[in-house]
């Protein structure tokens, strides 16, 4: 009799267990199913790490897949944190090479690696007969990180790409972002001068270390709908808290007598100026190209009575200053202005197609073309 109760009782607990991980599959089954029904997420491998001087950066050797409504995209990280090819920190002889430092629209969010705007123009220069007649290669290495401001691009450039021996750096950027990015990125203004701000490694970049050491995690992030509500919001909550405090630096340190659009343009144009600087001091030519959003226009083509975006506002103001400080822009916003969206933009991401970059490389190609020979 003590034996078969114990038995009993046993049975009664693997029982429970059971049932109770069956519930608990059964539920984690039905939400995958209402989330992929009715709130697809973006399935994709997080490709960046925190870094304490640039803020984050791309992890290195990663590789992995983004699946949207829109796209499928493959992403490989080359050993030093680029979504490029491997190269020598050393240019070899003969080649004129060419950094360019941007956002998510600079890496290429949405188009696969060789089809991002930096390498449509690596393939254009390097198909220039009258280029190659004096030089024996042309490098266009892309240092662009997803979710990143002037700010980090500028400490990125002062940490990695300087070393590059670079002949050219150009700027992507982007004013429906970088604005609210800038103010809440890594330099702030202290007596008009950048002052760099270390970045704290919030808890959930601890996290997610963590679970990037969990075999089927990274499986989970490319194929559940489930798993990546949760991731997506832990990356909003990081955001505003790493925002939030990096405001409250900025607030504590700039003009108290501008209101914060103001401190927020001259930021960006100070941060712009620096990095003009830092590229002309190592011998770099300087360009910033203006991406634009999918539905902006130049201010002048708003009619009357349209509402006019804060940041295409913000916008003219900084292509104003920029030309005061006779600081070169190439702005795409009249050429992309007069271009199909649904071609040129996903429907749903926001992102440029491949033909999008094929747009932002030839006008590029343009510029760069001419100055190259004429160097």
Known sequence: MIYTGFFKRKSTRLLIALLVVASVATSVIFGEIVVRMFFPQKLSLNVTQWDPYVGFVNIPNIEGSSKTQDFMMHIKINSRGLRDREFDLSKPPGTFRIGVFGDSFTFGEGVQNEEAYPKVLENFLRHDTQLLQSLTNVEVINFGIGKTGTSQQFALYQQEGAKYELDYVILGFLSGNDFADNWGGVFSLRDDKLVHNATNYSSVRKIQQILYRIPFYKW?????????????????????????????????????????????????????????????????????????????????????????????????????????????????VPVFSKLPKARYYFENDGHMTKWGHQVIASSIYEVVHSEILNR
């Open 220 to 332: 989970l992030a490319t194929h559940s709908h489930l798993v990546n509500v949760f991731r997506k919001a832990a990356t909003l909550y990081d955001d505003r808290v790493r925002t939030k405090r990096a405001s409250m630096v900025q607030g504590g340190i700039g003009n108290k007598n501008s209101n914060e659009e103001y401190q927020k343009i001259y930021l960006t144009l100070r941060l712009i100026e620096e990095f003009q600087r830092a590229s002309l001091r190592n011998g770099s030519s300087f360009l910033i190209v203006n991406l634009p959003e999918r539905d902006q226009k130049n201010i002048s083509d708003y009619i009357q009575g349209e509402a006019i975006p804060r940041y295409v506002v913000l916008c003219e103001d900084l292509k104003i200053s920029l030309v005061e400080r006779k600081i070169r822009v190439l702005d795409l």
